[in-house]
């Protein structure tokens, strides 16, 4: 990945981290996140990325960096045919134009045809209307980790567990 990529996506995610949105990875402490340390969680996930089990899917508008979200083979053996999704964000400048949208159907595809998967799994924190919005493009809710996610003190939010068959 270029340094100017990179830095569009680091950018992304801090912007996304800082409204408010639902992306917060465990290397992150809680917002408001600085660049250097968006930097480095962002390294570690690039870092990690395989090509054989994973896939970083990048959306632009005129050129312009607009969101992104990764997808992930299952590593053992007994769930390979099974896909995870993680960080789906839309850059704030970007909201309430369809990148969202757009990624997910993205992957869905991308699953399917490229990395031969049958199944796609994704948690959401509850409280932001995400669930409806990966409701509304075919996925359903399987679950609940009541209390997960503590978004602050006396703050908890559920964890909701999603799931797409391809």
């Not at 909201?95 to 490229?114: C, E, F, K, P, Y």
Request: some cysteine.
């Amino acid at each position: 990945m270029s340094a100017e990529l990179r830095s569009r996506l680091v950018d992304c995610w801090i912007r996304v981290i800082n409204a408010g949105g639902a992306v917060i990875h465990g290397g992150f402490p809680m917002p408001p996140v600085s660049t250097e340390q968006g930097d480095r969680v962002a390294g570690l996930i690039v870092d990690g990325l395989d090509p054989g089990r994973s896939r970083l899917l990048i959306a632009t508008v005129d050129g312009r960096f607009a969101g992104w979200l990764v997808l992930s083979r299952n590593p053992h053996p007994l769930t390979a045919h099974c896909g995870e999704v993680n960080h789906v964000q839309t850059h704030p400048d970007f909201r309430g134009r369809g990148i969202g949208a757009a990624l997910m159907h993205r992957v869905r595809d991308l699953a399917r045809q490229d990395m031969e998967l049958e199944q796609l799994h994704l948690s959401a924190r509850a409280g932001l209307g995400l669930e409806k919005f990966y409701e509304g493009l075919g996925w359903r809710e399987i679950g609940r980790w009541p209390g997960a996610l503590r978004v602050a003190p006396g703050e908890d939010r559920d964890e909701i567990l999603m799931f797409l068959a391809l």
